[in-house]
T-cell receptor
């Protein structure tokens, strides 16, 4: 998984706080995807972004969640007013092109809401 | 609706005991079927992409095959370091921006 960098690796937040998860894609990759993995469940797609654009956010809850991928800097997944149900592993992936090129994943951020 | 079912959920093998993992799927227009390996506390690591029925790909002790309804990941003479969760994912025409993952098969290879 070398190349896609996520931080922090672990994040603890109290209910009602904000969580910010960061992802730097592999060098040369301009497509970023966020997935969520709940215990005993498969990875679920949340959002797909290219530089400065959200391409598909169909998997992201409409409230409290937002994502961005600015021209400079990492992609950010932001969760406002976190609740216990937000506790999960959040993975970022990148690819050089859209379509069926394989996604390369980071090692995730494990969010725990207390 | 796209569906991916992996079986078995968990598999314990003796070192050297070959076996196969199954991924059954339904999709409207398969663009690609992917196999990933995930170790505890890590992100998925890409293994293979298969695009059409009849296609096969190999890497060391692993071989992936694809039919119109399922894919198999064959593990020949596994070693303890092959222990991991193996994930199957597909990309269909309706979800061309993302992968639809199964829940995985947790493989344990006992020395």
């Amino acid at each position: 998984n070398a190349g896609v960098m996520q931080n922090p690796r672990h994040l603890v937040r109290r209910r009602g706080q904000e969580a910010r998860l960061r992802c730097s894609p592999m060098k040369g990759h301009s497509h970023v995807y966020w997935y969520r993995q709940l215990p005993e469940e498969g990875l679920k797609f949340m959002v797909y972004l290219q530089k400065e654009n959200i391409i598909d956010e169909s998997g992201m809850p409409k409230e409290r969640f937002s994502a961005e991928f600015p021209k400079e800097g990492p992609s950010i997944l932001r969760i406002q007013q976190v609740v216990r149900g937000d506790s999960a592993a959040y993975f970022c992936a990148s690819s050089p092109a859209r379509g069926n090129s394989p996604l390369h994943f980071g090692n995730g951020t494990r969010l725990t809401v207390t | 609706e796209d569906q991916v079912t992996q079986s078995p959920e968990a598999l314990r093998l003796q070192e050297g005991e070959s076996s196969s993992l199954n991924c059954s799927y339904t999709v409207s227009g398969l663009r690609g079927l992917f196999w990933y390996r995930q170790d505890p506390g890590k992100g998925p690591e890409f293994l293979f992409t298969l695009y059409s029925a009849g296609e096969e790909k190999e890497k060391e002790r692993l071989k992936a095959t694809l039919t119109k309804k399922e894919s198999f990941l064959h593990i020949t003479a596994p070693k303890p370091e092959d222990s991991a969760t193996y994930l199957c994912a597909l990309e269909g025409e309706t979800g061309a921006n993302n992968l639809f993952f199964g829940t995985g098969t947790r493989l344990t290879v006992i020395p």
